[in-house]
């Protein structure tokens, strides 16, 4: 696990949060309940099988770091209203 890790440039492209679950949309982090415990989206966490075995033992996520792979965009939006 540590080999591996060491072998991808973390630099870029890799995400994480102590306090914000950037797995799921922010839609859903509004509308549904904090149960305390972070289920690990599959198809975003690039580490959720290296840390598999160790939060099924302990039963908990608190020891582990969701890594979400991807990009992220940001964009300035201006509006412009036509009062007549």
């Known amino acids: 696990y540590k ?3 060491c072998s991808v440039d973390l630099s870029k492209d890799f995400f994480f949060s102590y ?3 950037i797995m ?3 839609q859903k ?3 549904e309940k904090n149960t305390g415990q972070v289920v690990y989206e599959t198809m975003f966490v690039w580490n959720e099988f290296l840390t598999r075995a160790i939060r099924n033992h302990l039963k908990n996520t608190s020891w ?3 890594l979400v792979h991807g990009f992220f965009k940001q964009y300035c939006l201006f509006i412009i ?3 007549k």
Do not use: F, G, P
């Open 24 to 26: 799921r949309s922010l």
């Open 3 to 5: 080999h591996l890790l």
């Open 64 to 66: 582990t770091v969701a």
């Open 81 to 83: 209203e036509d009062h």
């Open 29 to 31: 982090n509004i509308t």
């Open 19 to 21: 306090s914000y679950n």
